[in-house]
């Protein structure tokens, strides 16, 4: 590969085989997918604090169609909340987050040129562009978006004459995501095999930086899950299109039975969440890689059980696979099953935390430096355990069935996976900015940010517990005509208070982002004194990384404030001395 | 160094590639496990003559493509029995869809009113397959080609080693699939 090849505005900036470039691709595709999905949410909160009111923005927004005299239509409302969550847990979270990440990281932690195969890459974010154009054409239809919630379970998503947003809607979802599995599973591909070819001399395993240790773990549950989600959508494919009965049995719509017999929608429900529940972990792992090195470079402290971090990782990867069924409580499981899922759920608890146990043991007595990046690692710390302790909860079947369908488990997930994941992610961009654009982020804007969010975000979800343990339903339109729920429309006002300030403050990140790539003031090579091998590559951007050979590795990435040593950190390109061991 | 480096990955590549396929077919298969143990399941009983003619053309074809590698690597010409390996590839594909006509006859149909899953799960799962294996018969197409072109030698025949460890992958998945079709329908 040479260093400097020709390239021209389309091979650099369009069709790029660079992975800094195909990351950026993805980071700022995420970006303007996770406004769309955020937008969406602040919207259906209108409709929740205030139900039935009359909301001028609701009109300007959707249309006379779609919100008659500026009243959200329910069909509307079914079809934020199912775009909402598909944008945020695919498009912003899975490939935002991975493919930022993954993308960007890879070659140059490891010390490679690029990744193993640039084409397939490109291709990789070409079927996400592509995906992301046809579920953006979805909003548009005359029927509406999908409304069957992220998890399109049937019958709604089934047959198309269910609902409006079962029409059309429906189908460019499915076209949307099937481009988009396809996209991961090259993404993945690709990651998987330049870890294990591209490293450099020196870059054993256990000298990875956990981040690569999170990317590389994440991706062999992308090979092993999404394909199952690939055969669960292809079987909803043929009932909804061609009319066969995976999923559906015994349907009367509008006095008339369908001809299905013999499905069970049961049986979705299992395949889905084969690959929903190590989806969490796809989007979880890379923040917690993230967040590993991150805090690591920011309490000048070497990564506390280093080994134990790598196990856990691996310990939670396998057991997201043998825990589906806790989503599925509440469908007529056995009980005898219900407890098998019950304890293997329960099992992740161990692993999850040894990580916490370690990420509180590298900050105690550290000389911590409150970067915006390390205030979102610390925020990621309180979500994780925040959010694993309501999860203790929902994984005891017996406890589960009471809370299943309320609010518990939307204000559950959204703090464990939603914020946890997106704290990672803000961390990352704000730490790895200067390598990706030569600039720094403006700090303060960073410390404004950070603190209205993690006030905000928990303003929204830890309210939704109370809500929860009160009965109040998740997915409904409206409560109202429940009195017993009369008491609690305050809270909801606060939460949709809280949801839209710490929407708008994330207007600030993306101003402070695309501004710092221009006007940012300019970033020194190693701005966070870090030891990992990126920042060893020089400031401006080039095909091929290092300019002539690629540095060799001579010890872990975590040497910081090591005894003896002259400095708080020593590069991996650092030889040891004479006499000094390896950690 | 570089040309081992890019047999590897593309090995890899493939290798992981397969193991994704594995858990869609593993995705597939396990549907018909779930649904098969609830109640309602109508078994078929009823797995077509042509599907044991189409197991024996591509068991058939690995042999062949066995033979191929063994001629690439003494330096012999392979092509006769790649191409041979192709033609038992379009041979099996051929009986698959004689195979879907039978069920038609049987009265077992993918969709309709007459439809039921256990025929429904048939139809899929070797559609699923056949699908496969049209990346298969491409990549054997291009190998036959580039051989007949000289384009391998014994030092150098990546693009032979990756179609056979595809090609050898669908037999076997195959096989799977047909073992467990008789056994579950």
Same mark, same amino acid.
């Given at each position: 590969m040479s260093d400097h090849h020709k390239e021209t505005f389309i091979t650099k900036y369009i069709f790029s085989i660079d992975h800094k470039m195909i990351a950026k691709q993805f980071l700022i595709t995420g970006m303007l997918m996770g406004i769309v999905g955020m937008l969406m949410s602040v919207l259906f909160r209108l409709q929740l604090s205030n139900p039935g009111e009359s909301f001028a923005v609701l009109e300007w927004f959707f249309? #006379?169609?779609? %919100?008659?005299? =500026?009243i959200l239509d329910p069909n509307m409302y079914l079809s934020l909340v199912t775009m909402h969550g598909t944008i945020l847990v695919f498009w912003v979270l899975t490939a935002g987050l991975s493919g930022t990440f993954a993308n960007f990281l890879i070659p140059l932690q490891i010390g490679a040129r690029d990744m193993a195969s640039g084409f397939i890459n490109m291709l990789s974010y070409w079927f996400f562009f592509a995906a992301t154009i046809v579920l953006l054409i979805s909003l548009f239809v005359e029927t509406g978006p999908a409304s069957a919630g992220w998890t399109v379970y049937p019958p709604l998503s089934a047959?198309? #004459? %269910?609902?409006? =947003?079962? =029409?059309l809607g429906q189908d460019l979802w499915l076209i949307a995501m099937t481009l988009f599995i396809v996209s991961s599973l090259l993404g993945g591909l690709n990651y998987i095999v330049t870890i294990l070819n591209l490293r450099t001399k020196g870059m054993s395993m256990s000298r990875l930086p956990l981040t690569i240790w999170a990317i590389f773990i994440t991706a062999i549950i992308g090979v092993l899950s999404f394909p199952v989600l690939l055969s669960c959508s292809l079987l909803l494919v043929f009932d909804r299109s061609f009319g066969t009965s995976f999923y559906l049995s015994d349907i009367i719509i509008g006095g008339e039975a369908l001809h299905h017999t013999g499905g069970s929608p049961i049986l979705f429900e299992h395949l889905f969440w084969f690959l929903g529940h190590p989806e969490v972990y796809i989007i979880l792992l890379p923040a917690l890689g993230i967040v590993s090195e991150v805090m690591s470079v920011n309490s000048r402290k070497p990564i506390f059980g280093y080994k134990a971090m790598v196990g856990a990782l691996i310990a939670i990867a396998f057991l997201s696979f043998i825990v589906w069924g806790h989503h599925m409580f509440i469908t007529g499981m056995d009980p005898f099953l219900g407890s098998v899922f019950t304890f293997t759920t329960l099992l992740i608890a161990i692993p999850s935390a040894v990580k916490v146990f370690n990420y509180l043991a590298t900050l105690w007595k550290a000389s911590i430096r409150f970067t915006p990046a390390m205030l979102f690692t610390i925020g990621f710390v309180s979500t994780f355990i925040t959010g694993g302790l309501t999860g203790l909860i929902l994984g005891d079947s017996a406890l589960d069935i /009471?809370?299943?369908?309320?609010y518990f488990v939307v204000g559950h997930f959204h703090i464990v996976m939603g914020l946890s994941a997106i704290y990672g992610m803000f961390a990352g961009v704000y730490h790895w900015f200067p390598k990706m654009y030569g600039r720094m982020m403006n700090k303060t804007l960073g410390y404004l940010h950070f603190w209205v969010t993690f006030i905000c975000a928990y303003g929204v979800f830890f309210p939704m517990h109370f809500l929860g343990l009160a009965g109040l339903p998740r997915r409904y339109y409206t409560n109202s005509h429940f009195p017993m729920f009369d008491g609690l429309t305050d809270i909801n006002e606060v939460i949709t208070f809280f949801a839209i300030i710490g929407g708008l403050v994330q207007l600030i990140f993306v101003f402070n982002f695309f501004y710092s790539i221009f006007k940012g003031s300019k970033s020194t090579q190693n701005p966070w004194k870090s /030891?990992?091998?990126?920042?060893? %590559?020089?400031i401006e951007r080039m095909h091929g990384n290092w300019p002539g050979e690629i540095p060799t590795v001579h010890r872990w990435p975590y040497d910081y404030s090591k005894p003896g040593a002259e400095r708080d950190f020593i590069p991996q390109t650092e030889p040891l001395k004479e006499g000094e061991t390896e950690h | 160094m570089e040309s081992k480096l890019k047999n590897n990955t593309s090995k890899q590549l493939l290798w992981i590639g397969m193991i994704g396929i594995t858990m869609f077919f593993a995705g597939l298969t396990s549907a018909v496990i779930v649904r098969s143990a609830d109640h309602g399941w109508e078994r078929l009983n009823n797995i077509p003559q042509w599907f044991w003619y189409s197991t024996f053309a591509i068991v058939l074809s690995s042999l062949f493509l066995i033979i191929a590698k063994k001629q690439v690597r003494q330096g012999i010409s392979p092509t006769p029995y790649i191409f041979l390996t192709l033609i038992l590839g379009l041979l099996f594909s051929y009986f698959q869809i004689m195979g879907w006509g039978q069920l038609v006859n049987d009265?077992?149909?993918?969709?309709?009113?007459?439809?039921h899953p256990a025929g429904s799960f048939l139809y899929v799962i070797t559609l699923a397959h056949l699908i496969h294996v049209l990346g298969g018969l491409i990549s054997l197409l291009v190998t036959t080609i580039k051989s007949a072109q000289v384009k391998y030698t014994k030092e150098n025949y990546l693009g032979i080693e990756l179609t056979s460890i595809y090609w050898h992958f669908l037999d076997i998945l195959w096989v799977y699939l047909f073992v467990f079709l008789l056994y579950s329908l």
């Amino acid at each position: 590969m040479s260093d400097h090849h020709k390239e021209t505005f389309i091979t650099k900036y369009i069709f790029s085989i660079d992975h800094k470039m195909i990351a950026k691709q993805f980071l700022i595709t995420g970006m303007l997918m996770g406004i769309v999905g955020m937008l969406m949410s602040v919207l259906f909160r209108l409709q929740l604090s205030n139900p039935g009111e009359s909301f001028a923005v609701l009109e300007w927004f959707f249309g #006379e169609k779609w %919100a008659p005299e =500026g009243i959200l239509d329910p069909n509307m409302y079914l079809s934020l909340v199912t775009m909402h969550g598909t944008i945020l847990v695919f498009w912003v979270l899975t490939a935002g987050l991975s493919g930022t990440f993954a993308n960007f990281l890879i070659p140059l932690q490891i010390g490679a040129r690029d990744m193993a195969s640039g084409f397939i890459n490109m291709l990789s974010y070409w079927f996400f562009f592509a995906a992301t154009i046809v579920l953006l054409i979805s909003l548009f239809v005359e029927t509406g978006p999908a409304s069957a919630g992220w998890t399109v379970y049937p019958p709604l998503s089934a047959l198309p #004459e %269910a609902i409006p =947003g079962s =029409g059309l809607g429906q189908d460019l979802w499915l076209i949307a995501m099937t481009l988009f599995i396809v996209s991961s599973l090259l993404g993945g591909l690709n990651y998987i095999v330049t870890i294990l070819n591209l490293r450099t001399k020196g870059m054993s395993m256990s000298r990875l930086p956990l981040t690569i240790w999170a990317i590389f773990i994440t991706a062999i549950i992308g090979v092993l899950s999404f394909p199952v989600l690939l055969s669960c959508s292809l079987l909803l494919v043929f009932d909804r299109s061609f009319g066969t009965s995976f999923y559906l049995s015994d349907i009367i719509i509008g006095g008339e039975a369908l001809h299905h017999t013999g499905g069970s929608p049961i049986l979705f429900e299992h395949l889905f969440w084969f690959l929903g529940h190590p989806e969490v972990y796809i989007i979880l792992l890379p923040a917690l890689g993230i967040v590993s090195e991150v805090m690591s470079v920011n309490s000048r402290k070497p990564i506390f059980g280093y080994k134990a971090m790598v196990g856990a990782l691996i310990a939670i990867a396998f057991l997201s696979f043998i825990v589906w069924g806790h989503h599925m409580f509440i469908t007529g499981m056995d009980p005898f099953l219900g407890s098998v899922f019950t304890f293997t759920t329960l099992l992740i608890a161990i692993p999850s935390a040894v990580k916490v146990f370690n990420y509180l043991a590298t900050l105690w007595k550290a000389s911590i430096r409150f970067t915006p990046a390390m205030l979102f690692t610390i925020g990621f710390v309180s979500t994780f355990i925040t959010g694993g302790l309501t999860g203790l909860i929902l994984g005891d079947s017996a406890l589960d069935i /009471n809370v299943h369908d309320t609010y518990f488990v939307v204000g559950h997930f959204h703090i464990v996976m939603g914020l946890s994941a997106i704290y990672g992610m803000f961390a990352g961009v704000y730490h790895w900015f200067p390598k990706m654009y030569g600039r720094m982020m403006n700090k303060t804007l960073g410390y404004l940010h950070f603190w209205v969010t993690f006030i905000c975000a928990y303003g929204v979800f830890f309210p939704m517990h109370f809500l929860g343990l009160a009965g109040l339903p998740r997915r409904y339109y409206t409560n109202s005509h429940f009195p017993m729920f009369d008491g609690l429309t305050d809270i909801n006002e606060v939460i949709t208070f809280f949801a839209i300030i710490g929407g708008l403050v994330q207007l600030i990140f993306v101003f402070n982002f695309f501004y710092s790539i221009f006007k940012g003031s300019k970033s020194t090579q190693n701005p966070w004194k870090s /030891n990992t091998l990126e920042w060893t %590559a020089p400031i401006e951007r080039m095909h091929g990384n290092w300019p002539g050979e690629i540095p060799t590795v001579h010890r872990w990435p975590y040497d910081y404030s090591k005894p003896g040593a002259e400095r708080d950190f020593i590069p991996q390109t650092e030889p040891l001395k004479e006499g000094e061991t390896e950690h | 160094m570089e040309s081992k480096l890019k047999n590897n990955t593309s090995k890899q590549l493939l290798w992981i590639g397969m193991i994704g396929i594995t858990m869609f077919f593993a995705g597939l298969t396990s549907a018909v496990i779930v649904r098969s143990a609830d109640h309602g399941w109508e078994r078929l009983n009823n797995i077509p003559q042509w599907f044991w003619y189409s197991t024996f053309a591509i068991v058939l074809s690995s042999l062949f493509l066995i033979i191929a590698k063994k001629q690439v690597r003494q330096g012999i010409s392979p092509t006769p029995y790649i191409f041979l390996t192709l033609i038992l590839g379009l041979l099996f594909s051929y009986f698959q869809i004689m195979g879907w006509g039978q069920l038609v006859n049987d009265g077992i149909f993918l969709t309709g009113e007459k439809s039921h899953p256990a025929g429904s799960f048939l139809y899929v799962i070797t559609l699923a397959h056949l699908i496969h294996v049209l990346g298969g018969l491409i990549s054997l197409l291009v190998t036959t080609i580039k051989s007949a072109q000289v384009k391998y030698t014994k030092e150098n025949y990546l693009g032979i080693e990756l179609t056979s460890i595809y090609w050898h992958f669908l037999d076997i998945l195959w096989v799977y699939l047909f073992v467990f079709l008789l056994y579950s329908l």
